[in-house]
């Protein structure tokens, strides 16, 4: 049984930062291709970052240079490290976990199997 907690949120003035956690078990973490999406109010899921076994990491041109996706393997732990935030990034952000990333593109994040509650980040 997969299972995958963040935590990390929280409310933050536009400039600020942010890192969120994933903490997974129930998967091969080393082996499992993974990342972040978000969804805005009332709006479709987004893709923002994703992470494959052999730590290949892909972005949305949006949080390009502002957000870094990374793992822990030994911790079996997913982060997004979040800078000079915006308004705009204002969402809930879930992690997400697939056994294989099957074109690498961020728009399969919200399409993967396994999926945590979400964290709510706004920025003002």
């Known amino acids: 049984h997969v299972q995958l907690v963040e935590s990390g949120g929280g409310s933050v003035q536009a400039g600020g930062s942010l890192n969120l956690s994933c903490a997974a078990s129930?998967?091969?973490?080393?082996?499992?291709?993974m990342g972040w999406f978000r969804q805005f109010p009332g709006a479709e899921r987004e893709g923002v970052a994703m992470?494959?076994?052999?730590?290949?990491?892909k972005y949305i041109d949006s949080v390009k240079g502002r957000f870094a996706i990374s793992k822990d393997n030994r911790k079996s732990v997913l982060f997004l490290q979040m800078n000079s935030l915006e308004p705009e990034d204002t969402a809930m952000y879930y992690c997400?976990?697939?056994?294989?990333?099957?074109?690498?593109?961020?728009?399969?994040?919200?399409?993967?199997?396994?999926r945590g509650q979400g964290t709510q980040v706004t920025v003002s």
């Open positions: 992470i494959d076994s052999d730590g290949s990491t």
């Open positions: 997400a976990a697939s056994r294989l990333c099957i074109e690498f593109l961020p728009s399969e994040i919200p399409l993967m199997e396994n």
């Open positions: 129930g998967v091969i973490f080393s082996n499992t291709c």
